[in-house]
């Protein structure tokens, strides 16, 4: 494969993104900076990093890949998957007041203000198998876009790619990450709707791109037939309800997703986001990229690689400049997820491990030597999920089982913890270990019943059992016995449910697919004019705080 003068897009902006982090390492100089933002993040920067966290390669890839090959019914998984912000507007607020009120940077910060310090442990181990799955998943996806578009090495472009994210994720921290997930957010989003106004036109030879969008369902009916746009063929209730509950703790209590949470401004902030992100990903980006997956299917349909669909399409049927800066937004989205698993491994370490290890030594803890250890891991983290990518074949089968495992055993102690003041340290540790250990059985019998629900059955009885068997801290309990959501609140997710019933119910017949497709197409849209403004700090906002008038930033 030859070089072209487009291919010099995707470097220079992995060029670019080294010094994003080099420029910002100097404002890095308190751990609430490096791990959290300082609680600061605005409305604009909260939702774009929490979306590319979440819609990475494993979404633009590894999702629309499988629309391609198992057809439009496929698209239940990323609609479980959004679905999990319902859960998260209901828990936001509180872990956001929580961290407003104690010092509060991770996952087991939380378990150990409301546990103990073994179970927060124990979570760590939990948390960082998943986030070495979650980062070399997307590393892997980056590998195969540069291998299938540019024709460079899969384990070169890992490489590559795992050298540019550690380098800047090292130097710029959350904000640092957080600033590159907006720019990458823009130009996916742009390129999703790029993508699929010309992939319509692609299948209709004499017509404009605005006629063949207002055919698109007949077009695409016509070519892939009705059985591969089904919104229900082969889909079973309990495959939807397993793709729900194994990324429901990745949409709401896993160290990337408390991370954000705990940077918001506010509690209202952070829930608002939450639903809007219901709308976003279970509804714009599920249609959308799954629309991606049948396009690629009809134009071309003996593509070696489904999981290369996103690409292939963008330089296929769009100008070969303009496809490259999508498909350099697609390297971006991979890399947000790395990015973000990357810092969150880091801060297990140097906060769950090495800060708690001195204080518990009575001994005072150096900001700067926490910063420093948490580099460091993010270097070795890094490495560990490069090799990870180099010998895992499957993106989307890399997250799964790491997901799994850590999903059957963090989220029911998490969650119970949260609403039962009975709740104890002995039923939480025994929940963690039955999850975990279960889901693991599991997956390597490959038994029949999905491991994670297996996992999370496991995970509550322990819970459960454990606590009524051990003597209750109504203290430790009563710190998390508060609400944050009120009526206005109520009113906005009652709107945003009927929206989403309405959409899911249009998906399932082809008649109302044309508005549908406008829809999406036009919140897309939509969304990268309110990502533009909000982007910007609002003086007359200053100074705002979360409802509860708690502490406004992390000391």
Not at 88 to 106: M, P
Not at 114 to 124: D, E, H, I, M, N
Not at 255 to 279: D, N
Request: with cysteine; glycine share 10%.
């Amino acid at each position: 494969m030859g070089f072209s003068l487009p291919y010099l897009i995707p470097m220079v902006y992995l060029i670019v993104l080294v010094f994003i982090g080099i420029a910002l390492a100097k404002r890095q100089e308190t751990r609430s900076d490096f791990f959290v933002a300082s609680n600061k993040m605005n409305s604009g920067v909260l939702f774009t990093t929490i979306f590319s966290t979440v819609v990475g390669a494993n979404t633009y890839m590894g999702f629309s890949g499988m629309v391609f090959n198992d057809g439009f019914s496929m698209t239940w998984l990323l609609v479980a998957a959004g679905s999990a912000y319902f859960v998260l507007f209901f828990i936001s607020g509180k872990l956001r007041r929580i961290a407003s009120k104690h010092e509060v940077f991770t996952l087991p910060d939380m378990m150990e203000l409301r546990y103990s310090r073994p179970v927060a442990l124990v979570t760590t181990i939990f948390s960082l198998v998943a986030l070495v799955g979650g980062a070399g998943g997307s590393i892997l996806g980056v590998g195969v876009i540069l291998n299938s578009v540019i024709g460079i090495d899969t384990t070169v472009a890992i490489l590559i790619t795992s050298v540019v994210t550690i380098l800047y994720t090292t130097f710029g921290g959350l904000m640092g990450v957080a600033l590159t997930d907006w720019v990458q957010s823009m130009i996916m989003i742009a390129g999703l709707i790029l993508v699929i106004l010309f992939g319509f036109q692609a299948l209709s030879d004499d017509a404009n791109v605005f006629n063949a969008t207002l055919d698109g369902a007949e077009i695409l009916s016509t070519a892939v037939g009705g059985e591969v746009l089904s919104f229900t063929e082969g889909m079973t209730f309990l495959m939807v309800i397993a793709w729900a509950i194994t990324f429901l703790p990745l949409n709401t209590i896993s160290q990337t997703q408390m991370q954000r949470v705990y940077a918001a401004k506010s509690e209202r902030v952070i829930q608002r986001i939450s639903l809007l992100m219901v709308i976003f990903v279970a509804l714009f980006m599920a249609f959308g990229l799954a629309l991606v997956g049948v396009l690629g299917k009809a134009i071309t349909p003996t593509l070696e690689n489904p999981e290369t669909v996103f690409p292939i399409l963008a330089m296929e049927v769009i100008n070969p400049w303009i496809g490259m800066v999508i498909i350099t937004g697609i390297l971006g989205a991979c890399m947000s997820t790395v990015d973000s698993n990357l810092l969150s491994a880091g801060i297990h370490v140097s906060r769950d491990m090495y800060e708690h290890g001195k204080k518990a030594a009575g001994k005072p803890v150096d900001e700067k030597q926490s910063i420093k250890i948490t580099r460091i891991t993010l270097v070795v983290i890094g490495a560990l999920s490069t090799v990870a990518a180099i010998f895992t074949p499957s993106i989307m089968e890399l997250l799964l089982v790491t997901m799994h495992i850590f999903a059957g055993a963090t989220f029911a102690p998490v969650i119970i913890g949260l609403y039962w003041k009975r709740a104890t340290s002995g039923g939480a540790m025994l929940g963690l270990l039955l999850g975990g250990i279960s889901t693991i059985i599991a997956e390597i019998i490959h038994s029949t019943l999905d491991p994670v629900i297996i996992g999370i059955i496991f995970s509550i009885l322990g819970v459960i059992v454990g606590s009524l068997l051990t003597k209750a801290n109504f203290e430790k309990g009563s710190l998390f016995a508060f609400k944050t959501v009120d009526s206005k609140d109520y009113k906005f997710l009652f709107m945003i449910a009927g929206v989403y019933v309405l959409f899911l119910l249009g998906l399932t017949s082809l008649s109302f697919w044309t508005p549908l497709i406008l829809l999406t197409i036009a919140g897309l849209i939509f969304s990268l004019i309110m990502l533009t403004i909000y982007i910007f700090p609002s003086k007359r906002k200053a100074g705002y705080v979360s409802k509860s008038n708690g502490k406004s930033q992390l000391h």
